[in-house]
């Protein structure tokens, strides 16, 4: 173990070295591997079946960097890892506030666009985003559905957002949160993605896309980003479905609600889903979980969008007005 | 002219008449107002702005127009802190001269849309204090507007209003052009001159109704010619207030239009702008 115990400074003197004890002992060590920066230089720790990053540069901030990793992986108390923020602001450091009052279009209520001011970890409170996704797995694939409401404080920019990007042919993201956020990072993914696809000669599986996402918004945190999204996907293993949001999470999962109006889903579909429904059934509990929540949350409404991800991709099942559904469930009564 | 904000005792910002101590505070932000507006037709596009540009309880110029023509056919709007606008606007064009130089031909409508998106992300940190609106034609001949949020988010719309008055003017537009909240209504395509009447209607409402807003209108308009010849046409500007003309001279085409001495480029068998100004009577 100790051979993996260095100290930034001597990461180019032991680049080989380094790596070929990874290689010899990768069988023998289970560790995790945390890429932490791609401006300071990479701890690394093995997972046997990962690839290796190693950037050796000569900085400073990634002696820090790297320090700081390193000690939250041996176990100490994890303080406050910031990465030195002097380039968001131009001028005095009074100015915190500044780049956060202005009226973002967002999915935040607006009270999340303060959560860059406040440097107290204890004092983060989890902020809402105002909307509704969701997407479950069952027998047949993998059910997105979300609502398409755009809020500015209180102020509705929007009823018609496209709040799934479509990643790739077989990939899809939701968003909710910031709403150039969502869309700028997943951007991005769809562009890793393909240059995976096109390095290893084969589609990136769900797990490997939605830890890209997460890695790549790890490195800002703390710094006022605002995503909570859904990686959707098949891949080899399956269907696949991970939570990811600009806090760091990444979690695997078989339903997930993310937004404001995420309780009034949930309620729904707890109560209907089984994992045999057929894929008629499980579009209609999509739809009418997100109707329910548009129904009762302010900042969700639109319409509702729904895909359905199954073995040969994704297809775009429907797009509803969430008024018209209304009076189609009103006539049911 | 050093834009400070004034901080009280808890923090928040103080009203402009206060007591007691204050707190001064450089900020590199300030907010020069304008309301900026598109259209999108099923073969043009309207932008249009007011040209007031003021800052607090000032107005720094009645004459400051907010439309800024990007290619033959596509036009940008851009509210919120002038500084930013100029700027952004400066670096938009050199983008495009990049991408002249370099791929041979002009950006589409999409394109530019995408990569404003990704100017305005890249100071995600230090945002451009910028609404931005672009208006124009797409590759296939239709109209576009693409709205964006002063961080970069986007998409494409039908209309959208943005800037100060944007709030006051949303609504009109989604009843009607969206034809929202109206029930047993014959959903009528937009005309050009019918899309024109309504934006001055709509402009002269924000303009009653925000301090922000007013003193004259400029109206931008792309379409497609049926003798596909380019022309850029300045009729004059509509002043809200005061209902005085301002035509430039040149030849007549009719006798409402007169040609300006710009540029002039020949494209045959493609798309093109007309700058229009309109005159009412």
């Known amino acids: ?48 079946h990962q690839t290796i990053y190693c950037k050796p540069k000569k900085s400073i901030e990634r002696l820090l960097v790297s320090k700081m990793a390193l000690a939250s992986v041996l176990g100490s108390d994890y303080a406050d890892f910031s990465f030195d923020t002097d380039k968001s602001y131009a001028f005095g450091s009074g100015l915190a506030a500044e780049p956060t009052s202005i009226d973002n279009l967002s999915f935040a209520i607006k009270g999340a666009l303060g959560s860059a001011e406040q440097d107290d970890v204890e004092k983060k409170i989890e902020f809402l985003h105002g909307t509704t996704t969701l997407a479950f797995k069952f027998d047949h694939g993998v059910i997105v559905a979300v609502d398409s409401r755009a809020t500015a404080g209180a ?92 806090e760091g999470n990444r979690v695997c999962g078989d339903l997930f609600a993310v937004g404001s109006g995420s309780m009034y889903a949930y309620g729904v579909i707890d109560s209907g889903l089984r994992q045999d429904m057929s894929v008629e059934d499980a579009c209609e509990l999509g739809r009418r979980a997100i109707y329910q929540a548009t129904y009762r949350d302010a900042y969700s409404g639109g319409q509702v969008n729904l895909y359905h991800v199954h073995g040969e991709g994704w297809t775009r099942v429907s797009q509803d007005d969430v008024l018209l559904l209304h009076h189609k469930y009103q006539e049911k009564l | ?42 073969d043009f596009a309207i932008v249009a ?33 002038h500084g930013d606008c100029l700027t952004l606007t400066k670096i938009i064009d050199a983008r495009l001269k990049m991408y002249k130089h370099s791929n041979n031909k002009m950006m589409t409508s999409g394109a530019i849309a995408a990569m404003l998106s990704t100017i305005l992300y890249g100071r995600r940190f230090f945002p451009y ?72 209607d709509v402009f002269i409402s924000a303009a009653e109704r925000d301090v922000y807003t ?68």
């Open chain 1, 1 to 48: 173990m100790s051979l993996f115990i260095f100290v930034g400074e001597y990461i180019s003197a032991l680049n080989h070295i380094f790596i070929d004890c990874i290689e010899c002992i990768k069988h023998y060590f289970n560790c995790a591997v945390h890429k932490v920066s791609q401006i300071g230089g990479a701890v690394i720790f093995c997972l046997h």
């Open chain 1, 155 to 246: 102020y509705i920019a929007s009823q018609t957002v496209k709040k799934v990007i479509e990643i790739n042919p077989y990939l899809l993201g939701t968003m909710a949160g910031g709403a150039a956020d969502c869309s700028f990072w997943e951007r991005l993914l769809a562009r890793q993605c393909r240059v995976y696809e096109l390095r290893n000669k084969e589609r990136i599986s769900v797990a490997a896309a939605s830890k890209l996402l997460a890695n790549m918004v790890y490195q800002y945190k703390g710094m006022g980003l605002s995503m909570g999204t859904m990686v959707c996907g098949w891949d080899k293993r399956g269907p696949g479905l991970y939570y990811v949001d600009s």
């Open chain 2, 1 to 42: 002219m050093i834009s400070a904000q004034s901080f009280g005792e808890n923090g928040k910002m103080k009203d402009y008449h206060h007591t007691g101590p204050v707190e001064y505070r450089f900020s590199p932000y300030t907010f020069n107002g304008g309301t900026v507006l598109a259209v999108a037709g099923e």
């Open chain 2, 49 to 81: 702005s007011d040209t007031r540009l003021s800052e607090g309880y000032s107005i720094h110029s009645r004459d400051s127009p907010k439309c800024y023509k990007l290619t033959d056919t596509t036009v940008i709007g851009c509210s919120g802190f």
């Open chain 2, 129 to 200: 204090y910028v609404y931005n609106i672009i208006g124009g034609l797409d590759e296939h001949g239709k109209g576009a507007v693409y709205s964006f949020d002063p961080v970069g988010s986007y998409q494409r719309d039908t209309y959208k209003a943005g800037g100060s008055a944007s709030a006051m003017l949303q609504p009109l537009l989604d009843n009607q052009i969206g034809f929202k909240n109206m029930t047993g209504v014959e959903h009528v395509p937009l005309s050009k001159d019918k899309a024109v009447q309504l934006v001055k």
């Open chain 2, 214 to 281: 007013g003193d004259a209108l400029q109206i931008l308009g792309i379409f497609v010619d049926t003798n596909e010849i380019p022309r850029l046409q300045f009729l004059c500007i509509y002043q809200a207030d005061h209902w005085q003309e301002v035509s430039l001279p040149g030849g007549g085409l009719d006798d409402c239009a007169f040609t300006f001495s710009l540029r002039i480029k020949i494209n045959v068998g493609s798309i093109f702008l007309l700058v229009i100004w309109i005159h009412v009577q």
